[in-house]
């Protein structure tokens, strides 16, 4: 696949995938369309049960994406401490989280206007 072919929802797909691959847990995408003031179209939120875990999964989503859609990250940040590292794709962000900063930060309940989709771990 070129990457001039890959929709956003694909790359969401994409995304969700790269986590399941390193078992992230408690997967959701927020779709942000229909929010005129959202800084993208969409975000993929997770999380991981360690900052070994948090890291593991945010290089797999890196190398899965890469490797799937040729598209790399905007950004990346986080890495430093592996509590919240965040990934930018351009229309989509990516959140991999320890359990305590996600709910902390409670980025669902920010955006939850968006339509939310949850995902099944596998």
């Known amino acids: 696949m070129k990457k001039e072919d890959v929709t956003t929802e694909q790359l969401v797909a994409t995304i969700?995938?790269?986590i399941r691959n390193k078992?992230?847990?408690r997967i959701?995408?927020?779709d942000l369309r229909k929010i005129t003031e959202a800084p993208v179209e969409y975000m993929v939120i997770a999380e991981g049960?360690?900052?070994t875990?948090?890291?593991a999964i945010a290089d797999e989503v890196d190398y899965y994406v890469r490797t799937q859609t040729?598209?790399?990250p905007l950004a990346t940040d986080g890495k430093q401490n592996a509590e919240w590292i965040a990934l930018d794709y351009g229309t989509v962000f990516v959140h991999i989280m320890?359990?305590?900063m996600r709910?902390?930060?409670d980025i669902e309940n920010l955006w939850s206007d968006g339509t939310t989709t949850e995902y099944a771990a596998d």
């Open 16 to 18: 969700v995938e790269g």
């Open 23 to 25: 078992k992230g847990q």
């Open 53 to 55: 875990q948090v890291n």
């Open 70 to 72: 040729h598209i790399h």
């Open 49 to 51: 049960g360690s900052p």
């Open 98 to 100: 320890l359990r305590p």
């Open 28 to 30: 959701v995408s927020l």
């Open 103 to 105: 709910e902390y930060y």
